[in-house]
């Protein structure tokens, strides 16, 4: 909480897991009014919040909206229709061998849940897990990342002038306020950030052994063939690779293009470049900012790697990095080693499908993949035997956006999933439940065992 000590953190927890043992929080109007809270503040916070994210990203309204509080309000709203059909105890089928009984899942909240959110979309990667920590009836702590600092104080007063604390809080803070929370005892940590500090943070879990999802990144590579439109391709991969200035985790990362439609590519990219933002990127209210310093040096050295085909600029006073094209022929280059998180895209071009495996397979396990083609036989070829998290035919970071669709990486670019209803199960325990009568009871399953071994092999080894 804005001004907690973290001496204090004992007392918070035990408050929650007293408030979670009190059985408020399996009543589901509870929760419903719990997220219409969080919706009605949000719709009043609207200026704060795009003020703040203006601050510490320059974000345009726009993505503002879309991704970040439209999006958070887009979840609740989905939860808020479903959630009594969700957490009613589900039916499921018996089978001969329990005949006779009757069974059940019911989907059970795991307790105290712990929240930690990356910097790069910070409304809706701190607040999209809460929505289904408290849809599934958690109690929960949110830890904002230190390094959007004004979403960050907005988050935590947000929450913490919505909830009493003993049900949903927040704290602030870096490194060593991560670190002591995950010292502490929760039932179910979610993580949103780097590959990096998700081994810290599993490592940590396991000495409580909480349930742990990671939402991590990596290279997500977006492959070009020569079937497609190019224009239309460029369109896509420009929207999805320069929104929030190329600080999204599903951003297309590189670009692998077929190389009979690389120029033609590379072409269309300038055109819409221009269109998109006009000559001078900077001066477009539709265009972002770096970060940080730190994040502004570590872009501008990727600029060696390759040859700058369109931007390159850049305005270190102003964290400015203009949208930038970079041919890129040298594979080993930090550029192809590293998630790039900014705005540089990479066009390589290819010749045939084994190199296009080949290439991704130097950073395996993507978060995204995104495949412009017309070819049926390469898309299932590529979606098949490609491990990667999810994606697009035909667009980019789209595919988000639509809740029915499961969202999560698996390896290195994480694992577990959410969105709609697969939040409210990730914060949700799945208990079986078979309840059983007292009559047909053969003698021949209990010991001594022997007279059932035959009829066994008959039907079990089928
Ligand atoms: P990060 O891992 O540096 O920080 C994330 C959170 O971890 C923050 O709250 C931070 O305070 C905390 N943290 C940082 N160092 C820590 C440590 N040593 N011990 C404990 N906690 C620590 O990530 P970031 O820079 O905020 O975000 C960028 C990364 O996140 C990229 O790799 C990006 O791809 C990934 N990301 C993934 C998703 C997704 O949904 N899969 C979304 C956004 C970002």
């Not at 399996?26 to 719709?43: E, G, H, S, W």
């Not at 997500?220 to 079937?227: F, K, L, Q, R, T």
């Not at 190199?355 to 017309?374: C, D, K, M, T, W």
Request: glycine fraction near 8%.
């Amino acid at each position: 909480m804005p001004g907690q000590k973290l001496h204090d953190l004992d007392h918070l927890l035990s408050g929650q897991r007293k408030f979670f043992n009190s059985g408020v929080t399996l009543d589901i109007n509870f929760r419903l009014d719990a997220l219409k809270k969080l919706k009605r503040v949000l719709q009043e916070q609207t200026d704060e919040i795009a003020d703040a994210l203006a601050v510490d990203l320059k974000k345009p309204l726009f993505e503002t909206y879309a991704s970040e509080t439209g999006f958070v309000i887009k979840e609740i709203n989905f939860a808020l229709k479903n959630l009594p059909k969700w957490a009613k105890r589900k039916r499921v089928p018996n089978i001969l061998p329990t005949f006779p009984s009757r069974n059940h899942v019911i989907n059970e909240p795991y307790g105290l849940a712990l929240i930690m959110g990356p910097w790069n979309y910070p409304f809706q990667l701190s607040l999209a897990p809460l929505v289904g920590a408290v849809a599934a009836g958690n109690c929960c702590l949110v830890k904002p990342s230190e390094i959007a600092e004004k979403s960050s104080a907005l988050i935590a007063k947000i929450i913490n002038d919505t909830f009493d604390h003993n049900y949903i809080a927040a704290v602030e803070g870096g490194v060593e306020v991560a670190g002591e929370l995950l010292e502490s005892r929760f039932d179910k940590i979610f993580f949103t950030g780097s590959p990096a500090v998700g081994k810290i943070v599993m490592e940590k879990a396991a000495q409580n052994l909480a349930d742990v999802t990671l939402e991590l990144g990596g290279k997500s590579p977006c492959i070009v063939e020569s079937s497609v439109d190019t224009s239309k391709a460029a369109k896509r991969i420009l929207f999805g690779k320069f929104f929030n200035a190329g600080q999204t985790c599903i951003t297309p990362d590189y670009v692998l293009v077929h190389r009979e439609v690389k120029e033609k590519l590379v072409q269309a990219m300038l055109s819409w470049l221009d269109h998109f933002y006009g000559a001078d990127p900077k001066t477009s209210p539709d265009y972002g900012r770096i970060i940080n310093q730190k994040h502004f040096n570590r872009l501008k050295n990727y600029l060696a790697d390759g040859t700058v085909i369109a931007g390159g600029e850049y305005d270190e006073t102003d964290l400015y990095l203009a949208p930038t094209i970079l041919e890129v022929d040298d594979l080993d280059k930090p550029i192809m080693q590293e998630e790039i998180f900014g705005p540089i895209l990479p066009v390589i071009e290819f010749s045939d499908l084994e190199q296009v495996e080949e290439i991704i397979g130097r950073n395996p396990n993507p978060l995204a993949l995104y495949i412009f083609s017309s070819d049926r036989a390469s898309i299932e070829r590529l979606t098949t035997r490609i491990p990667f998290g999810g994606g697009c035919i035909n667009d980019t970071v789209i595919y988000t956006y639509n809740h029915h669709l499961p969202f999560g990486g698996r390896g290195s670019s994480g694992m577990g999933k959410y969105h709609g209803k697969y939040s409210f199960e990730v914060f949700s325990h799945q208990k079986a439940i078979m309840s059983r009568r007292f009559y047909l009871d053969p003698a021949m399953i209990y010991p001594p065992y022997k007279s059932i071994h035959p009829l066994l092999k008959k039907f079990l080894f089928r």
